[in-house]
C-alpha cells in the first residue's frame, strides 16, 4: 500500500526555521489529508517543503524511498503540488500550460512516453472532466480567479501523480465549484490511489472532505486525526482564539460555527 511517511521534518527559509521536526502518522494511498491552522502557522511551508522546494531536515518517504535531498526532477515524477496562486503574466492557453507540463515530466511526451497525440487527448480529457474544457483555448492571462485556480489544478493533475499537493485550491472558487473541485479531488483520489493533502482555510470543506485533519499552530503539529476527533471547541478556541460550536447539520456534515472571537 502506498504510503507518505513525514518524520522530524526541519523546514524553513534561510536562517529563519518555521515548521520544527514535524512528525505525522503516515498519510495512505486513497485518503485526503487537510492541513488547516491560522495564517502563518505552516500549512503552505509544509506544503512546499513536501514538493521538494525548501531545504529541509529529516525524512519524508514515499513507499520507504526517502524524498529529501532527492534532486527536484526526480521527486516531480511522484508528486505534483499546485501553489496558492499560478504565477502572472504567462500568456500560454490553458492546453498549452497542460502540454508544458506534460512534456517537462519525466517520461513525458517527447521523451520515452506517449505520443503528443495522446498528451493532447489526456490534456483534453481532464479539462473535460474539470468542467472546463470551454477554456482549452483561452491565454492563462485572460482567466478569471477561479478558472486560474481550476487551470492550475489541471496542471497539477495532468502529470498524474501518486502524491497529490494542493495549496488552498478552493479559495477563489464559488459555492459550487468549491463542492465540485472537492469532489472530484476525492474522487480522483480514491481511483488513482493518490497521497492527498489539502490546505484549507474551510474547516466545513475540511470536515467533509478530509479522512483526516492535521492542525497546525505556530510551526507545529498540534492535533492530527479523524476530522470528528480533532475539531473540538476546546482547540478551536486554544489554535484560533475564538469560541465555536462543532455541530451537524440536518444531513449529517460536520460545521464549524465561529461565535466570537475570545480575548486575547
Ligand atoms: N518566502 C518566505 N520567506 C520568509 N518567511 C516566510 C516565507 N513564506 C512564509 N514565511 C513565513 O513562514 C511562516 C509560515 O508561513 P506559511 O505561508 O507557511 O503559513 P500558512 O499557514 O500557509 O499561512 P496562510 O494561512 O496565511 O497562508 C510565516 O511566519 C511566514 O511569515
Redesign the pocket.
Known amino acids: 500500500m502506498r504510503r507518505l511517511e513525514i518524520q522530524g521534518l526541519t523546514l524553513g527559509?534561510g536562517r529563519?526555521t518555521?515548521l520544527r521536526e514535524a512528525s505525522l502518522a503516515p498519510l495512505e494511498a486513497g485518503a485526503i489529508t487537510a492541513l488547516v491552522?491560522p495564517?502563518?502557522?505552516?500549512?503552505?511551508?509544509l506544503l512546499r517543503g513536501l514538493a521538494g522546494l525548501l531545504p529541509a531536515r529529516g525524512s519524508v518517504r514515499l513507499d520507504g524511498q526517502e524524498m529529501v535531498g532527492l534532486p527536484l526532477e526526480r521527486r516531480a515524477r511522484h508528486i505534483a503540488y499546485m501553489p496558492q496562486s499560478l504565477p502572472q503574466g504567462v500568456a500560454l492557453t490553458v492546453l498549452e500550460t497542460l502540454l508544458g507540463a506534460l512534456k517537462a515530466s519525466p517520461g513525458g511526451f517527447g521523451a520515452s512516453g506517449i505520443s503528443a497525440r495522446a498528451a493532447a487527448e489526456r490534456a483534453l480529457a481532464l479539462l473535460e472532466r474539470l468542467g472546463i474544457a470551454h477554456l482549452a483555448l483561452v491565454g492563462l492571462d485572460r482567466l478569471s480567479g477561479g478558472q486560474r485556480q481550476m487551470a492550475g489544478l489541471a496542471q497539477a493533475l495532468v502529470r498524474q501523480p501518486e502524491v497529490l499537493l494542493l495549496d488552498e485550491p478552493t479559495s477563489a472558487l464559488d459555492l459550487r465549484y468549491q463542492l465540485a473541485v472537492m469532489q472530484l479531488v476525492q474522487a480522483l483520489t480514491r481511483e488513482r490511489a493518490l497521497v492527498t493533502v489539502v490546505?484549507l482555510?474551510d474547516l466545513g470543506l475540511a470536515a467533509r472532505f478530509a479522512d483526516r485533519l492535521v492542525m497546525?499552530s505556530q510551526g507545529a503539529v498540534r492535533a492530527e486525526g479523524a476530522p470528528e476527533e480533532t475539531l473540538t471547541p476546546a482547540l478551536l478556541a486554544e489554535v484560533y482564539g475564538v469560541s465555536a460550536r462543532v455541530e451537524r447539520c440536518s444531513l449529517g456534515h460536520l460545521q464549524v460555527l465561529a461565535d466570537d472571537p475570545l480575548p486575547a
Open positions: 527559509y529563519r518555521v491552522g495564517n502563518g502557522a505552516g500549512k503552505s511551508t490546505v482555510h497546525l
